[in-house]
């Protein structure tokens, strides 16, 4: 098991918890499971944490159980060693990706909830809740609802490379091998990682520019510090081949609503709303002038939003 640093300071202690799932210890911060109302588990992005609610968790609280989750290999949560395809496989290492980040939302659900629950994802978070939901469909269950937010399109997959032009295809081969190796992964994870980088990339996230405070850029430069850090950005970065969310999208029965910044820079909202042509697809409600993370960014626009979607969810369920 990994060594983490200690659980931020932002939510109180009695919130947060280590659930050990595979081995591998989970951090959760949770105000308190009651056991009779609905569930709403938060799933934050690539290189964010249970943290990145911190604006949204207090609003949700008044009218749900609220759980938010350390993905494994992000936060206070354990930071395995990764294993790439072709790479000898052991008990101490394992393949991040969306199956293995949903596979642990799904054991979450199993184990610790008897209640209705509702997933709410950013970014990769999005993809992983679509995916859990998916896996829960498969085994005869379902969830009451998906909320995405910014949900990432993974454009570099090599489903989505295939059907781009030529000159997307030079190199790429030699792109997949040089981020196997850790002697490049490595000093490029400790580069973006310095709190000045990451302000600079919070700049392009959010917009507006509200909510870039030193809470957020030590939240996020914390973990980066951890045993292992750089293990998940190291398999993060190779998921050339996963699943991407229009093959989930037209699979799913579980409703889905989408909210979207309209001036994220990384994840073009006119892919967003090809999205609602499928059937499991209710809602689109696009924000203009907010970035990727929307809802750390403007928490007084995005939180109403997402109660009037639980409760929509609700009510169909």
């Not at 957020?216 to 050339?240: C, K, Q, W, Y």
């Amino acid at each position: 098991m990994s060594n983490v640093s200690c659980s931020s300071t932002l939510f109180p202690l009695a919130w947060i918890e280590d659930w050990e799932w595979n081995g591998q210890s989970i951090s959760l911060a949770s105000p308190g499971i009651s056991g009779k109302r609905d569930v709403v588990i938060l799933i934050h992005g690539f290189g964010a944490c249970k943290e990145h609610w911190r604006f949204n968790i207090g609003a949700l609280k008044r009218e749900y159980d609220v759980i938010a989750v350390d993905l494994l290999g992000f936060g206070a949560s354990a930071k395995p060693h990764s294993r790439l395809k072709g790479e000898p496989a052991d008990k101490h290492s394992v393949c991040y990706g969306i199956d293995l980040w949903a596979q642990q939302v799904t054991s979450l659900i199993r184990e610790r909830l008897t209640t209705r629950v509702h997933l709410i994802g950013n970014s990769i978070g999005g993809v992983v809740a679509l995916a859990a939901a998916h896996q829960i469909e498969c085994k005869g269950g379902h969830v009451t609802g998906i909320i995405l937010i910014n949900c990432a399109q993974r454009a570099m997959d090599d489903k989505n490379i295939k059907d781009q032009a030529t000159l997307h295809h030079l190199g790429r081969p030699l792109l997949k091998q040089l981020v196997r190796r850790r002697w490049l992964t490595e000093p490029l994870f400790w580069l973006l990682s310095k709190p000045a980088v990451i302000q600079k990339i919070l700049k392009l996230a959010y917009p507006t520019g509200s909510h870039i405070d030193a809470d957020l850029v030590r939240m996020l430069h914390r973990a980066a510090t951890d045993p292992g850090a750089t293990e998940s950005f190291r398999g993060f970065i190779n998921m050339f081949n996963d699943v991407l969310v229009t093959e989930l999208l037209a699979q799913l029965k579980t409703p889905v609503r989408i909210l979207w910044g309209q001036a994220d820079p990384w994840e073009p909202i006119s892919e967003a709303r090809l999205w609602t042509s499928f059937p499991c697809v209710q809602q689109l409600e696009e924000l203009p002038g907010l970035g990727h993370c929307p809802h750390d960014e403007a928490p007084d626009r995005v939180n109403p939003v997402l109660l009037s979607m639980l409760q929509l969810h609700s009510c169909l369920s």
